[in-house]
């Protein structure tokens, strides 16, 4: 991620990074690593991270059997906080 940001700056490109929402079907340890991920990511692009949805917006497919692929509702709330900014 920091070399992302860095080379961004170089080029005078605004990068805006949105938060990874959590799922709830994954194992702990992935759920951590989400978490950890999006700590990270705020820290590195602060004014331009957008903070993921509450997990209470994300609506998984009832078709997808691992719980991370989400319908086109969680999609538009994720699309509206980027709109939002």
């Known amino acids: 991620m920091r070399g992302i940001q860095h080379w961004a ?3 005078d490109i605004r990068i805006i990074w949105t938060g990874i929402p959590q799922f709830q079907k994954p194992p702990e340890n992935m759920r951590r690593t989400i978490t ?3 700590i990270l990511a705020e820290d ?7 903070p993921a949805i ?3 917006h994300i ?4 078709w997808d059997m691992t719980g991370i692929h989400y319908t086109t509702s969680t ?3 994720i ?6 900014i």
């Open 54 to 56: 509450p997990p209470q």
């Open 9 to 11: 700056s170089r080029k």
């Open 59 to 62: 609506h998984p497919g009832a």
């Open 44 to 50: 590195i692009f602060e004014r331009d991270y957008i």
């Open 36 to 38: 950890d991920l999006n």
């Open 79 to 84: 699309l509206n906080s980027i709109i939002e």
């Open 75 to 77: 999609a538009q709330t």
